[in-house]
Each structure stands twice: as C-alpha cells, then as structure tokens.
T-cell receptor, first 114, second 117 residues
Framework: GENVEQHPSTLSVQEGDSAVIKCTYSDSASNYFPWYKQELGKGPQLIIDIRSNVGEKKDQRIAVTLNKTAKHFSLHITETQPEDSAVYFCAASNYGGSQGNLIFGKGTKLSVKP | NAGVMQNPRHLVRRRGQEARLRCSPMKGHSHVYWYRQLPEEGLKFMVYLQKENIIDESGMPKERFSAEFPKEGPSILRIQQVVRGDSAAYFC???????????????FGNGTRLTVT
C-alpha cells in the first residue's frame, strides 16, 4: 500500500522568510496530492491540492510542486506570517483507483517567529 | 453551509466503558471517512462509509470498534470496552463523491478528543 514520508517534522522560520516542506510517496499509482493545515484544537483544513498531470500549482503565497518521476512533492510558503504557524500535513491517494483513501504524512510543525 | 459537525468535542471514559462519537457530514455529502490521530502523529485511516454501507474498514481494529452511517442521522463510531491506548483525536471527514480527489476533496470536522482514564 501507499506510504507517505514527510520532512522536516519541525520547522522554524522568521516572519517574511520562505518555508518548504517535502514529502515522498511510494505508490506510483497515486495521482492526487493535497496539503492540509491543522491549527491547535481544530481539524485539518485543505489549503492546496495538485493532480499528477500538473507539475506546479500556485495560490497566492502558497505553491505546490510535484515530481512524478522521483515520487516527491513539496509545499512552498513565501513571505511567511505568524498566522501561518500550524501543523501541515501532506497526503496522497489514487483517485479513481481501488484505493481512494487519503494516506497522510506525519506532519510538519511550522513556527513563524515575528 | 455548515461544515462537518462532530460531537462531543471532548469525551472522557473510564477503562471498560463505551465511547460513541458522532459525525454529521456536510450538506450534500454522502461519503464519510473516520481517521484517528495520535499525539504528534499523522492521521490514520480507519473506515469509509456511504449511507447504510461500510465500504472499506481496513484501517479499523477488528475488535471493539464499529461504525455505521444510517439512512437517517449521523455517522457513529463506536468503541466498546475502551482501553488507555484508545485515547486519541478522532476526525470525521466527508466528501461528495466516492473517490477522494481533485473535484471531491475531503472536508474534516474539528474532531472528538477521547481520553480514557
């Protein structure tokens, strides 16, 4: 089955700097890769997602890149703000296949220092 | 448009008691997923249900755990004879379609935090 590895587990940056979180996946059939942000005491919130037929997607300060050959994808946050502090999870699934459930990485705790 | 509603938010049970966790999906969503999150861990898939059907329970322990999603009412995750190792946050998510994908992302509730004493 699918296995998703996420690095780093913690990340501390200064406000205004960029933050990059990386994930690798094992199942070459995976074709959908969402990123979720989880604030303390809340459920995960979808912030951006990408399909396997796209190499990059951007939404304001957030971007995701996908390398299908290497089976890794990354989240990039530019001009970080204190409110970006949260735990970020990557996930993978085989949309349309027999295993449509999301498999999550273990999360990255991002701290943005003012 | 209300999001995924879970209750209770916090639940304390003594060892051996039963825990019942409820989830009302987003309006128009007929697919429900339950995930468990241990401290400092990611979310682990437990079970996927449609109305009146369990589609995939491969992530749910075979004993003491059960789930249902009746025709009327919320989805219920039931844990019988709870043990300390069951202490975790349990999240419900819903989707409008079968497969989680680009046009049918998962929307999560705020979870139920179960503490077993």
């Amino acid at each position: 089955g699918e296995n998703v590895e996420q690095h780093p587990s913690t990340l501390s940056v200064q406000e205004g700097d960029s933050a990059v979180i990386k994930c690798t996946y094992s199942d070459s059939a995976s074709n959908y890769f969402p990123w979720y942000k989880q604030e303390l005491g809340k459920g995960p919130q979808l912030i951006i997602d990408i399909r396997s037929n796209v190499g990059e997607k951007k939404d304001q300060r957030i971007a995701v890149t996908l390398n299908k050959t290497a089976k890794h994808f990354s989240l990039h946050i530019t001009e970080t703000q204190p409110e970006d502090s949260a735990v970020y999870f990557c996930a993978a699934s085989n949309y349309g296949g027999s295993q449509g459930n999301l498999i999550f990485g273990k999360g990255t705790k991002l701290s943005v220092k003012p | 448009n209300a999001g995924v509603m879970q209750n209770p938010r916090h639940l304390v049970r003594r060892r051996g008691q039963e825990a019942r966790l409820r989830c009302s999906p987003m309006k128009g969503h007929s697919h429900v997923y339950w995930y468990r999150q241990l401290p400092e861990e990611g979310l682990k898939f437990m079970v996927y249900l449609q109305k009146e059907n369990i589609i995939d329970e491969s992530g749910m322990p075979k004993e003491r755990f059960s789930a249902e999603f009746p025709k009327e009412g919320p989805s219920i995750l039931r844990i019988q004879q709870v043990v300390r190792g069951d202490s975790a946050a349990y999240f419900c998510a819903s989707s409008p379609r079968r497969e989680t994908g680009y046009n049918s992302p998962l929307h999560f509730g705020n979870g139920t935090r179960l503490t077993v004493t």
